[in-house]
Each structure stands twice: as structure tokens, then as C-alpha cells.
């Protein structure tokens, strides 16, 4: 039980003290999970933001369903996953009972502003780290190019399935190439 409870405290921090979503939220998982609790590799990290990104769902959610099923099983899972839902489910709960009173309170607009400007730095800095773990390959950095480009010039709400479909194709394509050509039994 002592492990599910650290679980569960470990996510509810995660949860309690992102702000911006699960891209910025990348920091602060890789360093409780990987860096100081040690449940999951660097590499683990990398491929479950892959499969949580790739599942629907938010990133936080399923990094801590992942997680807490592989150190915790089933109450691992549940006790990680309601960590990181709680903080957010609170402020929810509490904002949309005072939603525009909340927006008029000038302290508060002006915080959003920096917490922005945060998650701005955040997600650069969750980009970099995926970076260092990618494959530097043609095919590679093309998909980063298209994806740089869609983000900046596409409205999404039209093309978003397409989108995500070409993805999957190039990615799993690309990737039975590469095995093919160097010979991989995978």
C-alpha cells in the first residue's frame, strides 16, 4: 500500500503544480518518474508519451495509468490516475462556479498572462528533450518540418483525422524501411 500512496502523492503534484497541459507537463513527469523516483528509464519515458499521445486521452492521464499499472497494477493505476485528475477537477469545479467574477479580478487576469508565457517554456523545453531522444533521420526531420508548419499555418478542426492519419502511415512506413534495410527480426 506505502507504494500506491506514493503513487498517488507523486501525480498529485504532477497534477497539482502543472499548469498548460500535457506538453508541459513533460518536465515535471520526467523528473519525478525518471530522474527521481526511478520507476521508468529514459527510454520508457520516451515511449510512453509516444503510446499516451498515440491513445485517446490526455497525456497526464495515461502517463499515470502506464505508470501505476507497472510499479502498482490495478490500484497503482486507479490511485496514480485519480492523483493527477484531482487538482485539476478542483480548480475546474471552483472556476466555472465564479468564472466571470474570477476573470474580473485584474491579479488574476495578469497571472494567466505569466502562466502562459510559462507554458510557452515549458513546451519548448519538453520539445527539446524529445528531440535528443529521436532519430536523426531524413524521414525524421521532414515529420518535424510538416509538423512545425501544420501547427503554425493549418486550422486544424478540417484536417486534423487527415492529419493524424498521414502521420501514422509515414511513421509505421518509415519505420518498416528502416527494420527492412538494416535487417531487424522485429
Same mark, same amino acid.
Given at each position: 500500500?506505502?507504494?500506491?500512496?506514493?503513487?498517488?502523492?507523486?501525480?498529485?503534484?504532477?497534477?497539482?503544480?502543472?499548469?498548460?497541459?500535457?506538453?508541459?507537463?513533460?518536465?515535471?513527469?520526467?523528473?519525478?518518474?525518471?530522474?527521481?523516483?526511478?520507476?521508468?528509464?529514459?527510454?520508457?519515458?520516451?515511449?510512453?508519451?509516444?503510446?499516451?499521445?498515440?491513445?485517446?486521452?490526455?497525456?497526464?492521464?495515461?502517463?499515470?495509468?502506464?505508470?501505476?499499472?507497472?510499479?502498482?497494477?490495478?490500484?497503482?493505476?486507479?490511485?496514480?490516475?485519480?492523483?493527477?485528475?484531482?487538482?485539476?477537477?478542483?480548480?475546474?469545479?471552483?472556476?466555472?462556479?465564479?468564472?466571470?467574477?474570477? /476573470?474580473?479580478?485584474?491579479?488574476?487576469?495578469?497571472? +494567466?498572462?505569466? !502562466?502562459?508565457? =510559462?507554458?510557452? #517554456?515549458? &513546451?519548448? %523545453?519538453?520539445?527539446?528533450?524529445?528531440?535528443?531522444?529521436?532519430?536523426?533521420?531524413?524521414?525524421?526531420?521532414?515529420?518535424?518540418?510538416?509538423?512545425?508548419?501544420?501547427? /503554425?499555418?493549418?486550422?486544424?478542426?478540417?484536417?486534423? +483525422?487527415?492529419? !493524424?492519419?498521414? =502521420?501514422?502511415? #509515414?511513421? &509505421?512506413? %518509415?519505420?518498416?524501411?528502416?527494420?527492412?534495410?538494416?535487417?531487424?527480426?522485429?
Amino acid at each position: 500500500m506505502n507504494r500506491n500512496l506514493s503513487l498517488f502523492l507523486t501525480f498529485l503534484k504532477i497534477g497539482a503544480f502543472t499548469f498548460g497541459g500535457g506538453y508541459a507537463m513533460i518536465p515535471l513527469i520526467s523528473h519525478e518518474l525518471v530522474e527521481k523516483k526511478k520507476w521508468i528509464t529514459e527510454e520508457e519515458m520516451i515511449n510512453m508519451i509516444a503510446i499516451a499521445e498515440s491513445t485517446p486521452g490526455v497525456i497526464a492521464v495515461n502517463s499515470a495509468t502506464f505508470v501505476g499499472y507497472k510499479i502498482g497494477k490495478f490500484w497503482g493505476s486507479l490511485l496514480a490516475t485519480l492523483g493527477v485528475v484531482l487538482p485539476s477537477l478542483a480548480v475546474i469545479i471552483v472556476v466555472a462556479l465564479f468564472f466571470e467574477d474570477f /476573470l474580473a479580478i485584474p491579479i488574476v487576469a495578469n497571472a +494567466f498572462r505569466g !502562466i502562459r508565457a =510559462g507554458v510557452i #517554456v515549458l &513546451i519548448i %523545453s519538453a520539445c527539446v528533450k524529445l528531440y535528443k531522444f529521436s532519430p536523426k533521420t531524413v524521414i525524421g526531420y521532414s515529420l518535424m518540418a510538416i509538423g512545425l508548419f501544420v501547427s /503554425l499555418f493549418v486550422e486544424f478542426r478540417y484536417l486534423s +483525422f487527415l492529419l !493524424i492519419l498521414f =502521420g501514422l502511415v #509515414v511513421g &509505421i512506413g %518509415s519505420q518498416m524501411i528502416i527494420r527492412k534495410v538494416r535487417g531487424d527480426k522485429q
